[in-house]
């Protein structure tokens, strides 16, 4: 169907329900004006529609003198919220039955919203009426005592940013590496309240132009917490600071404003006897809040499950595969909160190496588990990362909550396996490899004594108990001249052994180790054999046994 077929239909279409075509607006969309019906009276309304079919359909009604001023899924502008941008497929082949559903959809939304059957959701929409600055939250959980603002702002532009934080020195590590330049602190300007009331706006006026309307909404939400609200307020001003930022912890989320003390008026007799008056006067300036504390960051992509923060945790070889698997184990917590992440290896990273390692160029000849210590503590300066250029039979690895094998060196997994026997002392092992010349990856864990280890895997012949392709190995190696023979695989078999092992770490810190054996093929032509599952101990391992 051509265009003008489409555009012919949607006009008939919108004409059968009582819509007038207007013409295009500035966007060259096509609107359209008519009713639609919702609490049992009728409201004038525009609708425009993407002439492409892309866009969802703009819907905008004129709302009665009595209805509230603020309703769940209805905008400032009286604009319908009905369904969010990529929430629904639309039929770009069906421009005019999908306007008609839209508009039968928003009709819907509208009535329930009129009736106040959609109260709960102004819960959720409350950032869509909360305007302001951005203030970047850089706060431990728990810390409820005066906090810094920093001001920073960015090198190509003039804008001071805020950074609201309980650790000056913390925060202007992260400054740096955001490439941020100080331009002032205020010590002590910054304090944090918390409610058990999710936040919700005010049917008055929104939002709160000053601090005497902000504490009587707040008193509305949780009387307690707006009294501890004005109390940290009031301390503000007898220590004559000339501004403050309150940071408001809620079930839901966190908000903050800014109130600005000279903008009270303290001019009268009574305000200068009570500084409630000047208080209650002061204007209220909303700010976005952003946390980036390092809690957050670690937890955000997996809410309510536990991350590697706090643990300390051995990443054994810093080549192909620990490379980019110690920035993964970055990424899930490893090395924040008091924890740490060491990287134990001797190697020096040459040029040929670069091809399929997380270090380039740049740092080829330097000894990788320092260059990668470097590079990891760029992007997450607040992460305790050591490194020890050393052969792993140096270290004493006794004092780790996890080891992670990355060599891929099989020997010395036995090896490893073999030294904890001896020592009676068990720390948990993670292994990972690829198979073949990256035909799969695997990883093994050995989370207590009664798991099997890597030598576990095969027979007293050597022969695999838990192979991980039906098809036979290939065997094949590369190298030119004096370069040493190495098994060929490209880049992203690393990635993914790296992904598959930072994936049974994140399982076992939430005590779900099972399975302990996993395999992914990455290899076309071959198919997986072993299903993944928890392989058994062999009585006569002579790594894991004494």
């Given amino acids: 169907m051509d265009d003008e077929t489409q555009l012919a239909n949607l006009t008939r279409a919108m004409k059968s329900r009582g819509f007038t075509y207007l013409g295009r607006n500035v966007e060259r969309w096509l609107t359209f004006k008519g009713v639609i019906t919702a609490a049992n009276i009728t409201h004038t309304a525009q609708v425009a529609v993407d002439p492409s079919g892309v866009g969802l359909p703009r819907i905008v009604v004129e709302l009665p003198p009595k209805a509230p001023n603020v309703l769940a899924h209805v905008g400032a502008n009286g604009q319908i919220c009905y369904a969010a941008q990529g929430s629904i497929v639309l039929d770009i082949f069906d421009i005019a039955g999908q306007t008609l559903s839209c508009i039968d959809r928003a009709e819907e939304i509208l009535d329930l919203s009129l009736r106040g059957k959609m109260d709960q959701d102004l819960e959720d929409e409350f950032f869509a009426f909360w305007h302001g600055d951005l203030c970047f939250l850089d706060i431990y959980s728990g810390h409820l005592g005066a906090l810094d603002i920093l ?94 930022v309150c940071v408001i912890d809620s079930p839901l989320t966190q908000y903050a404003f800014w109130t600005d003390f000279e903008t009270g008026d303290d001019q009268t007799p009574r305000s200068r006897r009570d500084p409630r008056v000047k208080l209650y006067a002061s204007k209220v300036y909303p700010m976005i809040s952003i946390r980036m504390d390092d809690k957050y960051v670690a937890e955000r992509n997996v809410p309510g499950s536990p991350t590697l923060a706090e643990k300390r945790i051995a990443l054994v070889g810093c080549g192909t595969i620990g490379g980019f698997l110690a920035e993964l184990l970055v990424k899930a917590g490893a090395g924040l909160n008091n924890g740490n992440l060491t990287l134990i290896d001797p190697d020096l990273l040459l040029p040929q190496n670069i091809g399929r390692h997380r270090l380039g160029l740049n740092r080829a000849l330097q000894r990788k588990s320092m260059a990668l210590k470097e590079e990891l503590n760029l992007a997450a300066p607040t992460a305790n990362i050591t490194c020890l250029p050393l052969r792993v039979e140096e270290v004493d690895l006794n004092t780790f909550d996890l080891i992670i094998n990355a060599t891929g060196e099989e020997a010395l997994g036995h090896y490893l396996t073999r030294v904890a026997t001896n020592s009676g002392i068990f720390v948990p092992t993670l292994s990972v490899w690829v198979d073949g010349p990256g035909v799969a990856v695997r990883a093994l864990l050995q989370d207590s004594t009664q798991a099997a280890c890597t030598r576990c895997l095969s027979d007293t012949h050597r022969t695999s108990l838990y192979p991980a392709v039906k098809e036979q190995l290939p065997t094949e190696f590369a190298g030119q001249g004096c370069e040493d023979l190495y098994v060929p695989f490209p880049a992203s078999v690393s990635v993914q052994a790296a992904c598959l092992a930072v994936e049974m770490a994140t399982s076992w810190v939430a005590n779900q180790p099972s399975p302990r054996l996993r395999t992914r093929v990455t290899r076309l032509g071959f198919n997986q054999a072993t299903p993944d599952g928890d392989p058994i101990r062999q009585p006569t391992c002579a790594a894991c046994h004494l």
């Fill in 151 to 244: 001001f920073a702002k960015c090198l190509d532009a003039g804008k001071s940013i805020a950074f609201v934080t309980n650790d000056v020195t913390r925060t202007r590590e992260k400054l740096k590496v955001m490439s941020l330049q100080e331009r002032k602190i205020l010590k002590g300007a910054a304090f944090r309240i918390s409610t058990s009331a999710k936040p919700k706006p005010s049917q008055g006026v929104w939002p709160p132009q000053t601090v005497g309307t902000l504490l009587m909404w707040q008193g509305l939400l949780d009387l307690s917490a707006k009294r501890r609200m004005e109390h940290r307020l009031l301390q503000s001003i007898a220590s004559k600071k000339k501004a403050a």
